[in-house]
């Protein structure tokens, strides 16, 4: 699951699950990220946002890719809502034809 996005000037240039341990030259560049936020965002990283639009499960899913758009500086991760096929209800059969029967 993507966590962290890479901005530059505002353009997304890629989503990562893990910050890189070295990033332009910066040894340890995920722990200084960890304990220091700011540094990260300096850096062109920020965490991604989820849109947690709501759906009942019972229709409908998530699609299993998502898309990222940038709004104000933060990334937001969407996923298409997509309704879950019904079965087709069943044609009623016809009752069966009786037999005669000899005696």
């Known amino acids: ?18 910050l890189p341990q070295t990033w332009e030259g910066i040894e340890n560049f995920h722990l200084k990220c960890k304990v220091d936020e700011d540094f990260m965002k300096v850096n062109g990283f920020v965490m991604i946002v989820r849109d947690t639009t709501p759906f009942d499960p019972a229709t409908h899913r998530m699609s299993d890719f998502p898309y990222y758009t940038v709004e104000n500086g933060e990334v937001i991760e969407h996923r298409d809502i997509l309704e879950i096929p019904q079965p087709a209800p069943e044609d009623p059969q016809p009752a069966p034809e009786e037999t005669p029967t000899t005696p």
């Open 1 to 18: 699951m993507t966590v962290y996005a890479n901005l530059v000037d505002g353009t997304l240039q890629g989503v990562y699950d893990l």
